[in-house]
């Protein structure tokens, strides 16, 4: 019975390590693979109805020792009758095994968005590989691959860029990243509708240079279902930022009475929503308290009176809060679109009622429903400037 053992354990080794196959199922060295960071969909220049995908890609270069080395980006597009024949058709183009596990950032092209976007990210969604926190954009103007192509600069790739502006973009909370698990909940809500935040291909030529073009945020893609219904420029999507309580930070620069220019910063905001039936009509209170900070005053204007203070907390108030309807009004005028939570709100209060009498035909509601916006804006703290930097009357100091 030993002998057996010892013979069939003899056996197992030797099949183990016959020919120079890994021994380790699914096991692949670091130089056979192409870290995908990147992808832009677009519609197809060759297939009717067909998708064409641009991959970023960084790869990393192995220097001596076996020991990783600089990284450098490429760039290859594939085409195909779906997504899965297109992801596929990179084996024809590449010399490596594209993976998913570090893709990023996902750009859609307008007019694949226009046509549905929920096919595309569907796939992504159910592929083992990639991550439900890669965050998905809409190009606004154009076709994604553009992008891929023209907005790297120097060492900065294209995921780079992305990745810079993301980081930014609380700056003036012109727009808001949404990740693909995001957009599966809204997918889900069958009331609610999507929006993504835009990029946008910009002139940044100076004088008589050849033309240069940037990248920059550029509001938020509004959807219907699946298909891109519209766009909210950028002063509307901060409003939607207010509206969505996702407003981290923003300037907003107001006049006195005199006409100086007093700018403002916004370090905390919160919104509340305050619905209500009654007599089969709805109604909705928005309530918006800000409070900001003075960063800058752009003349030798006093402004560190009362009276001052109260008369540019209300102008701040009212520029708000003219953000915010500009925002409800296009959402009830011009797209019939719920896409900033109003459903749930109503849901939350009156769940029964609100199965029974408004959900199927909560889109023929919707545009209904009377808002009453309120602001309030206070300021908190003013920095160092304690007065001008010439007070009036005083000369400069």
Known sequence: MGRGIRILILFIITMTFTACENPIIGRREINDLEFARSLAIDTSKTIPDGVMLTLASQRIKIGS?????????????SEGQTMFEAVRNF??????????????????????????IYKYLDFLSNDHEIRLNINVFVMKGGRA??????????????????????????????????????????QDMKCLSLYL??????????GGE???????????????EDRLAGYLDEDMGRGLN???????????VVNTQKGSKVSLEIINSRTKFYPEIKDGNLFLKVKVNIESNIGEIDSNEDIFHSEIFDYLEHEHSKLVKQEIERVIEYAQEETGLDFFGTAQSFYLKYPIKWKQLYKKDWKTWFPKIKFNVTVESKFRRTYDIREPNAVEGGGRQ
């Open 65 to 77: 020792g076996g020991s990783a080395g600089e990284t450098e980006s490429s760039k290859v597009s």
């Open 210 to 224: 050849e033309q240069i073009m940037d990248i920059k945020m550029a509001g938020f893609a509004i959807f219907d």
């Open 242 to 252: 207010l509206l969505r309580n996702k407003m981290k930070s923003a300037i907003y």
């Open 145 to 186: 691959e553009e992008l891929m192509e023209r907005a790297e600069r120097g060492d900065r790739f294209i995921f780079d860029r992305l990745k810079g502006l993301i980081d930014s973009v609380g700056g003036q909370s012109v727009t808001n990243p949404v990740n693909l698990i995001e957009i599966m909940y809204t």
């Open 197 to 206: 935040p835009c990029v946008q291909m910009v002139d940044v030529t100076k």
């Open 91 to 116: 084996s024809t183009y590449l010399d490596k095994r594209p993976f998913w596990g570090h893709l990023e950032y996902v750009v859609i092209g307008e007019e694949a968005a226009k046509k549905g």
